[in-house]
């Protein structure tokens, strides 16, 4: 089956610093969701892209949707504490049916 | 009025109990799902409803029974589960009428079946 490759798995990082994320598959995809998930909650829809080569930004969260259909990446810049938790990529194939990465969990160091 | 709401938020049941999730939408979508989710992984799709009926069964044991009254509600009935059934369940509903994409989340049930 499709398969979702999101890197990395865990990032430790500053605060104030730009944390970038990304997934990659072997199939096209045609659309791409990111998610963040807090613990006990529901995940959160952050940015959700549709076309190749879109470039979407939300607050300080930018996202963009591979030219070739096959990757996404997700930058958070000038990270602050609440920025911590999961984040899942999730791409839509063309049955439309949601693949999911395997998350990258974002941790502040003290 | 953008959320998807869960009942109850944590739940512990015995293994010869029956007990229902409930989850209600009131964004107009017209596709609901169920997600089980195990500690540290995304997301697995139980279910998907469109427009009421059932359109994905993703070979769920028939211990979990969905129902869907109406376009707002969705209902998990739950019986005779076993411990590995413990996880976080999410209820989500989406725009698309009978696909599985940009779904919106509630905050999830966590199960702990003893």
């Known amino acids: 089956g499709q398969q979702l490759n999101q890197s990395p798995q865990s990032m430790f990082i500053q605060e104030g610093e730009d944390v970038s994320m990304n997934c990659t598959s072997s199939s096209i995809f045609n659309t791409w969701l990111w998610y963040k998930q807090d613990p006990g909650e529901g995940p959160v829809l952050l940015i959700a892209l549709y076309k190749a080569g879109e470039l979407t930004s939300n607050g300080r969260l930018t996202a963009q949707f591979g030219i070739t259909r096959k990757d996404s990446f997700l930058n958070i810049s000038a990270s602050i504490p609440s920025d911590v938790g999961i984040y899942f990529c999730?791409?839509?194939?063309?049955?439309?049916?949601?693949?999911w990465g395997a998350g990258t969990k974002l941790i502040i160091k003290p | 009025d953008t959320e998807v709401t869960q009942t109850p938020k944590h739940l512990v049941m015995g293994m010869t109990n029956k007990k229902s999730l409930k989850c209600e939408q009131h964004?107009?979508?017209?596709?609901m799902y169920w997600y089980k989710q195990k500690a540290k992984k995304p997301p697995e799709l139980m279910f998907v409803y469109s427009y009421e009926k059932l359109s994905i069964n993703e070979s769920v044991p028939s211990r979990f029974s969905p129902e869907c009254p109406n376009s707002s509600l969705l209902n998990l009935h739950l019986h005779a589960l076993q411990p590995e059934d413990s996880a976080l369940y999410l209820c989500?509903?989406?725009?698309?009428?009978?696909?599985?994409?940009?779904?919106?989340f509630g905050q999830g049930t966590r199960l702990t079946v003893v």
């Open positions: 989500a509903s989406g725009r698309q009428g009978t696909l599985n994409t940009e779904a919106f």
């Open positions: 999730a791409g839509a194939d063309s049955n439309y049916q949601l693949i």
């Open positions: 964004m107009g979508h017209r596709a």
